[in-house]
C-alpha cells in the first residue's frame, strides 16, 4: 500500500470533521495497542471520573457510556467544546490520572478515536443500547446487570 496516499486519506477525514454543538455523537476511543487496561477497576474508575467532570463543566451532555477493558463508548451531546477538542481532554487528562495512580506507566490510547453524528432517522434509544450491551457481546458477563463499568441517563 502506497503509504503518502493512506496519510494523506487520513488527514482528510480529521479535516472533515464535523462539530456542531448540540448534536449527538457515538464516539468510541481505544487503548494503546488495544491493552485490556480497563480490566483494572481503578483504572477505569478514573477514566470515568474525568469522563463525569467534562460533563459536569457542561462541556458535554453523557447519555450512555460503557468502559470495556481495550475501548470506550460514549454517546454524548455535544455542548460548546469542540469534538476533537473533547476527546483529546478526555484521553489526556484519563491518562494522567491513571500513570499518577501507578495503575500503568505507558502509552494509555491509540492516536484519535471514532465518531458517528446521529442523524435524525436513528434511533436515539436504540444506539444508547447498543453501547451498553457491549459487555453481553464480547461475552464478559451473562446479564448486563452484572458488569459495572456502564451507565444511561434513561436509567
Known amino acids: 500500500m502506497d503509504s503518502s496516499r493512506f ?3 487520513s488527514h482528510a477525514l480529521r479535516r472533515g470533521r464535523v462539530s456542531a454543538p448540540g ?3 457515538l464516539l468510541t476511543a481505544v487503548t494503546y495497542r488495544r ?3 480497563f480490566r483494572d477497576w481503578q483504572a477505569a474508575r478514573l477514566l470515568i471520573g474525568e469522563m463525569r467532570a467534562l460533563h459536569e463543566r457542561v462541556q458535554v451532555r ?4 460503557v468502559v470495556m477493558p481495550d475501548h470506550l463508548h460514549w454517546l454524548v451531546e455535544l455542548g460548546d467544546m469542540p469534538l476533537q477538542r473533547l476527546m483529546q481532554q478526555a484521553k489526556s487528562r484519563s491518562a494522567i490520572a491513571i500513570n499518577r495512580s501507578g495503575a500503568h506507566r505507558d502509552k494509555l490510547w491509540q492516536k484519535g478515536f471514532h465518531d ?9 434509544l436504540n444506539v444508547a443500547r ?3 450491551a457491549n459487555p453481553l457481546r464480547a461475552g464478559l458477563v451473562e446479564r448486563l446487570g452484572d458488569y459495572p463499568l456502564w451507565d444511561a441517563i434513561w436509567l
Open 116 to 124: 458517528h453524528a446521529l442523524r435524525r432517522e436513528e434511533d436515539l
Open 130 to 132: 447498543y453501547v451498553v
Open 7 to 9: 496519510a494523506h486519506r
Open 62 to 65: 453523557s447519555l450512555a457510556w
Open 35 to 37: 491493552y485490556p487496561l
Open 23 to 25: 448534536r449527538i455523537y
